[in-house]
């Protein structure tokens, strides 16, 4: 069975772009959550998707938005980048019960210049 | 709401001696807990997962952790460590949102 992929796995941009991230999740999985890592913030929620609908979302400016599409696959957008969005974005999906185990991706390096 | 304490932002054992990985969780539910274990430039990855059919879990890679309702704790231990588990661990308990809250992690280093 395929795991959570991610692409691109690697990004630079520069301040003022704004940037698209994608995450496959797990054939069957319905939810798939998005989160931001850094070194001095540790593992932070961004939202989770449910069905194509937003079910849950963490304290991140509206810059950070997402979608999930009818096949589960979901996106995430930034715009006008910042170099403090410099990080590792992470998605994970789940059957989408909160006794189900989340699995996660790679992840996709942004770096903002 | 459900909180997440990991003790000690980084530990350090000797190669072949016990791994302790503290945990302690906050919960209004009955917790679902989880560790999870990420080496350089990877994802999470999860070791063991907790779900109330027995306090004692085993895990991947020989880790286990037990879990003590009255000292709200889920810590992980693995009785000998090996060079290749040297990595960030990750404890989470998740609420009936599925939404899942993480600790800040523990760098775990094995030194010869």
């Known amino acids: 069975k395929a795991g959570v992929t991610q692409t691109p796995r690697y990004l630079i941009k520069t301040r003022g772009q704004q940037v698209t991230l994608s995450c496959s999740p797990i054939?069957?999985?319905?939810?798939v959550s998005w989160y931001q890592q850094t070194p001095g913030q540790g593992l932070q929620f961004l939202f989770e998707?449910?069905?194509?609908?937003?079910?849950n979302k963490g304290n991140f400016p509206g810059r950070f938005s997402g979608r999930q599409f009818s096949n589960s696959r979901s996106e995430m957008n930034v715009s006008t980048l910042e170099l403090g969005d410099s990080a590792l974005y992470l998605c994970?999906?789940?059957?989408?019960?909160?006794?189900?185990?989340?699995?996660f991706g790679p992840g996709t390096r942004l770096t903002v210049l | 709401a459900q909180s997440v304490t990991q003790l000690g932002s980084h530990v350090s054992v000797s190669e072949g001696a016990l791994v302790l990985l503290r945990c302690n969780y906050s919960s209004s539910v009955p917790p679902y807990l989880f560790w999870y274990v990420q080496y350089p430039n990877q994802g999470l990855q999860l070791l063991l997962k907790?779900?109330?059919?027995?306090?004692l879990v085993k895990g991947i890679n020989g880790f286990e952790a037990e879990f003590k309702k009255s000292e709200t704790s889920f810590h992980l231990t693995k009785p000998s460590a090996h060079m290749s588990d040297a990595a960030e661990y990750f404890c989470?308990?998740?609420?009936?949102?599925?939404?899942?809250?993480f600790g800040t992690g523990t760098s775990l280093t094995v030194i010869p």
């Open positions: 994970a999906s789940s059957f989408g019960q909160y006794t189900d185990t989340q699995y």
């Open positions: 907790y779900t109330s059919a027995a306090t």
């Open positions: 998707y449910f069905s194509e609908t937003q079910r």
């Open positions: 054939s069957g999985h319905r939810s």
């Open positions: 989470a308990v998740s609420d009936l949102g599925n939404q899942f809250y």
